[in-house]
């Protein structure tokens, strides 16, 4: 979490030594999509991401010891400094942010790339491996409204029940969200239970 009294981290604590991370923003969204693989068991998940991470070797091979330090990276890149909830607290758990429901930075990619651009007139392509990821997540939590990934984001959160009284409207939004559609929702079809909910109401409507 960006923080003006402390410096992003760079360095990881065990057994009294200290060990070198990498956690530039392409680094984490790299690691989150190890996270979201289908096609890799939890060991594997564990390496990937460890050897993502870790820059300098630790001199053993422990699987406990790797998820232990994976686990604590993770739970480092998604702190926020809002929204925190007193379950939270009491578990000390944090939101995953490779979960969020409307935005995947790989499929979103070209749509975050402009809303840099356009935004803070920031190339990302020429910070790869240079921007700490706590840089990335502060400038991206805090895009304008007008931004490409942020107006994605609104149509992929707009309730269409909202319009039953538009049916241009109506149409309009059911069409970014089709076109907007993130693939790890096609398989729950939700876009489609949510647009034949509301045209259903305007075609009753109609009739009447």
Known sequence: ??????????????????YRINLAFDVVISA?????????????KIKQCFDLFII???GFDSLAVKSDIVSSIFQYVNEQ????????????SEPADNFHSDFDYEQDAGAIYASFLNFYHIDLNQ?????????????????G???PIQKIRQYRGDDLTRYKDDAERAQFISSQQFYYQLDKDKGNDMFSGNASSVFGMLFEEGKE
Request: aromatic share 10%.
């Open 32 to 44: 989150f999509g190890v996270l979201d693989s289908e096609e890799l068991d939890d060991e594997n």
């Open 127 to 143: 910070m790869i491996g240079r921007m700490h990821w706590d840089e990335f997540k502060a400038l991206f939590d805090n895009l």
């Open 81 to 92: 400094p809002y929204g925190h909830t007193d379950n939270d607290e009491e578990t000390g």
């Open 56 to 58: 300098d070797d630790l």
């Open 1 to 18: 979490m960006f923080s003006f009294t402390k410096r992003p981290e760079k360095t990881i604590q065990l057994a009294n030594r200290e």
């Open 145 to 147: 409204a007008e931004t």
